[in-house]
């Protein structure tokens, strides 16, 4: 759910592509970047969010990679969750 609602996120907010990279000067995507770290990290034991972003090419359209970790109780190594999107 937390990887989809900041797809949702981006998607509304898409231009330029790579918004939500964490280095734009966006002021939505940063206010959107700092709610959902916020969110993923108070929401989920040890909580962590990231998001990496690549260039789309003449033949295919730029991604968003969004992974979410945490820790799950009773295991030795975090889960982690990724959601594509492409734009």
Do not use: K
Not at 17 to 44: C, K, M, P, S
Not at 75 to 86: A, M, N, V
């Amino acid at each position: 759910a937390l990887a989809s609602d900041l797809a949702d996120r981006i998607r509304s907010n898409r231009l330029p592509a790579n918004n939500y990279t964490g280095t734009g000067v966006n002021a939505r995507a940063i206010a959107d970047l700092a709610d959902w770290t916020d969110a993923v990290e108070t929401q989920l034991p040890g909580g962590e969010g990231a998001v990496r972003f690549r260039d789309g090419t003449a033949t295919t359209p730029a991604q968003y990679m969004i992974e979410v970790s945490w820790n799950e109780v009773g295991q030795g190594d975090p889960t982690t969750f990724e959601l594509r999107l492409e734009i």
